[in-house]
């Protein structure tokens, strides 16, 4: 098995996975997905809230809010030493948030959270409500890490996707109808080009939706196709953006971690079941 980075931005990467199969790719995407810890707000004390907001829906939307997370500094609360209910400084991270509309109305943004800790809001301009004159709000917050298998607002990535390697075949002398091809395209993998008419851009940007395959018109029908479109089954092109709660390559090496100790645990299981 062989990874390559193709494309890495702050939140998000895209790699090549080659030399395996399908089903641990698929396995790799769900666990990024499912399996991956990622911190975020799970209790909420309710002191006063005289917002539009019901109390029920306000401690959802902050649950929804995205926690920058250190897996280094904290555990899951059921790995904890602590074995409490409440929590400890290993397995919990406290906020508090107070906000009032005296005159006029005021937007309460996930900024106006005070973190007791290291663990803060991936981004100060997430919106929570907004208070009329007179309103207030005061609150007690409590985080921790999980996983998306529990909930959706642990996931540590807003999209996690991937496709077979693309492979495309320009028999561009065979080709009657190349600007329609290149028009057809939705991801410009074809361009023009002044001698052949039209050339392969980028062959990695090809979704394998065949539409240019459908389009393309031959000049000889008995000769080769003018355009053929595979998908190599034992390489993948990954996609994943993180919610900025974990940087991406990060979130990636622990679900390989995650798939690693699953794979170790089975193992162990099979082996006592044969002796």
Not at 219 to 235: F, L
Request: charged share 30%; hydrophobic share 40%.
């Amino acid at each position: 098995m062989d990874v390559s980075i193709i494309e890495e931005k702050e939140n998000s990467v895209r790699f090549l996975l080659k030399g395996t199969t399908h089903s641990y790719a698929n396995a790799l995407r769900r666990a990024m997905l499912a399996e991956v810890p990622a911190m975020a707000i799970e209790d909420v004390i309710i002191i006063e809230n005289t917002s539009v907001l019901y109390d029920e829906v306000m401690a959802h939307r902050l649950g929804l809010i995205p926690l920058k997370t250190d897996l280094d500094a904290y555990v899951l609360p059921e790995e904890c030493d602590c074995k409490s209910e409440l929590g400890c400084s290993k397995c919990r991270a406290s906020f508090t948030l107070e906000a009032e509309a005296v005159d006029e109305p005021v937007m309460v943004y996930s900024s106006d959270l005070k973190p007791e800790s290291d663990v803060t809001p991936v981004s100060g301009n997430i919106p929570i409500v907004k208070l009329g004159p007179r309103q207030r709000l005061k609150l007690e917050l409590y985080a921790r890490l999980g996983r998306g298998i529990e909930h959706a607002k642990w996931q540590p990535v807003s999209a996690c996707a991937y496709k077979y390697l693309p492979k495309v075949i320009l028999n561009s002398e065979n080709l009657a109808n190349p600007e329609e091809v290149i028009r057809i395209c939705p991801t410009d993998v074809y361009a023009r080009d002044p001698e052949s008419k039209i050339v392969v851009r980028d062959e990695m940007a090809c979704t394998l939706c065949m539409d240019c395959v459908a389009k393309a018109v031959p000049v000889d029908s008995k000769k080769s196709p003018p355009v053929k479109i595979e998908g190599d089954e034992t390489a993948y092109v990954f996609y994943v953006e993180s919610t900025g709660a974990l940087p991406p390559r990060r979130v990636v090496t622990e679900a390989g971690k995650v798939l690693e100790k699953k794979a170790t645990s089975l193992n162990d299981l099979v082996r006592k079941g044969l002796e």
